[in-house]
């Protein structure tokens, strides 16, 4: 390459000649310089070198290695078993004195237009997310004279606001207690060195995924904690799940029926809204959790299946924590990394390093899958599922939320929003005078610039589309079954 050549190369690619002849070692190396540089700017925000050291040595050296779909089979008999097969054995103290739970509280609310944490998000009479779990411990804790603290892991993202909000609750019947997971700088895909380090610049961090759990309870004296306070075990879940409350059932058959298992992975069947689920397999004679981002795109039609993979995982989990102190102190704890491939506004490619909690269950002796009931599965991931979590179809007791005895069949129905109108939670209440009655439904889809006046009630199938730029009100009071409406409709006969 000439020198003219030299000095009119962009930093770009320099960057992309650099990471070509750069081995393993060396961009191990530079990216220890980065980080320190790093960790000397920081003041705020900390990052735990040699942390991200170890992942992005991992990354290194796992990048290149696929798995082999052939090695994939069912898992073995007796890794799944029936929730039903379980005795439903009564509440014991003894049992819920050594738990702890803990919400999975890193998310923010921005998917459905909201500012702050997802756990903020009103859900049901006002009642967030967090209300509602810490409704719930503290009804469990009066009603068996138990101490079961809450636990939440927050990121960066959401600690100080999460923080101010706990302030509200005074003096609960339950401990509530923080601990933050780690944060890590953003990689540039081009260099695979991480981003410039700017404090006031949250879009060039982020939280390294759920999985990040166990090296976090470490590091923030939380495991020792509760270990200190006698816990033995951790459920863990999503705080937007709103079906993952304590079930004593599970406990007690950790306790006192199978005290070897130290890991279970609550997973229910799989329909066809749950095709993108992990799943557990058995590859080379272990249970692993199988998620989407790791099948190969000429088995993703095959991994979707409901029939091969039948179960999803619910990211419902009970933990030994006395294993995690001993996989943890004894560096044993793997799991797979997830390359997670994003674009900044600037048009910069990176990368996260993220990995999955559940994926930690192949470490762990004696791990098992419970198919529970799909009851324990009721995420609110959109407005959708905030229209059912609103409606008739539940009932609230205690922070919990039950469906209604009234509705003839268990499932749940359908429910398919435009983005467009319907995606932020402000514009989705706008559009309801009150939530209509969802007992008899089976499948809504709306599309479109769409009302609903009040009492309306929805039952079988029914499909709203209003054409671009027209305008669809269902007045109060209509009674909608199985019904297609489309076009521009301010007055509805019934």
């Given at each position: 390459?000439?020198?003219?050549?030299?000095?009119?190369?962009?930093?770009?690619?320099?960057?992309?000649?650099?990471?070509?002849?750069?081995?393993?070692?060396?961009?191990?190396?530079?990216?220890?310089?980065?980080?320190?540089?790093?960790?000397?700017?920081?003041?705020?925000?900390?990052?735990?070198?040699?942390?991200?050291?170890?992942?992005?040595?991992?990354?290194?050296?796992?990048r290149g290695s696929k798995i082999e779909w052939s090695k994939i089979k069912p898992p073995a008999e007796g890794a799944i078993i029936d929730y039903s097969s379980i005795d439903d054995t009564p509440a014991c103290a003894e049992s819920l004195s050594k738990l702890a739970v803990l919400k999975l509280n890193g998310g923010l609310g921005t998917t459905m237009g909201c500012v702050g944490p997802k756990s903020a998000i009103p859900v049901r009479n006002e009642a967030t997310f967090l209300d509602l779990c810490v409704k719930q411990i503290e009804h469990l804790n009066s009603a068996h004279s138990v101490s079961v603290p809450l636990v939440l892991m927050n990121s960066f993202n959401t600690n100080s606001d999460t923080r101010k909000i706990l302030r509200k609750y005074g003096k609960t019947k339950c401990d509530i207690l923080t601990f933050n997971q780690s944060q890590y700088p953003r990689i540039l895909k081009e260099t695979l060195q991480p981003l410039p380090a700017d404090t006031s610049n949250r879009s060039e961090w982020y939280p390294p995924g759920h999985g990040d759990l166990y090296r976090s309870l470490v590091s923030s004296g939380m495991l020792k904690k509760l270990l200190d306070m006698g816990k033995e075990w951790l459920f863990v879940s999503n705080i937007d799940n709103l079906g993952a409350v304590v079930d004593t059932t599970i406990l007690n058959y950790l306790v006192s029926e199978n005290p070897e298992c130290e890991f279970v992975m609550e997973v229910t069947d799989k329909t066809r809204a749950d095709v993108k689920g992990g799943t557990l397999i058995d590859y080379e004679g272990t249970t692993r959790l199988l998620e989407v981002a790791q099948v190969p795109k000429s088995h993703l039609e095959e991994f979707k299946s409901v029939h091969k993979f039948r179960v999803f995982n619910t990211n419902n989990l009970w933990i030994n924590l006395r294993a995690v102190d001993r996989l943890m102190r004894r560096g044993n704890m793997h799991m797979e990394i997830i390359e997670n491939k994003k674009v900044l506004d600037d048009g910069r490619g990176v990368i996260q390093l993220e990995q999955a909690v559940g994926a930690a269950i192949k470490n762990f002796n004696n791990a098992i899958g419970i198919n529970v009931p799909r009851s324990r599965f009721l995420p609110v991931k959109k407005t959708s599922d905030l229209l059912l979590v609103m409606s008739n179809l539940y009932r609230l007791h205690h922070g919990r939320l039950s469906m209604s005895p009234d509705r003839t069949f268990k499932n749940v129905p359908l429910v398919k929003l435009g983005d467009e109108h319907f995606k932020k939670v402000k514009e989705f209440l706008k559009r309801f005078e009150d939530i209509p009655d969802v007992l008899e439904l089976d499948h809504l889809t709306v599309s479109g610039d769409v009302h609903f006046g009040k009492n309306v009630s929805l039952r079988g199938t029914v499909i709203i589309i209003a054409n671009e730029g027209d305008r669809i009100d269902i007045p109060s009071g209509a009674i909608l079954e199985n019904k297609i409406v489309s076009g521009n409709l301010r007055i509805l006969d019934h």
């Open positions: 390459m000439s020198e003219e050549t030299k000095m009119h190369r962009t930093p770009s690619m320099d960057s992309l000649v650099d990471f070509k002849q750069d081995t393993p070692e060396s961009l191990v190396q530079s990216m220890e310089a980065e980080l320190a540089k790093i960790k000397g700017a920081t003041k705020e925000l900390i990052v735990n070198n040699d942390q991200f050291k170890a992942l992005f040595e991992q990354y290194l050296e796992e």
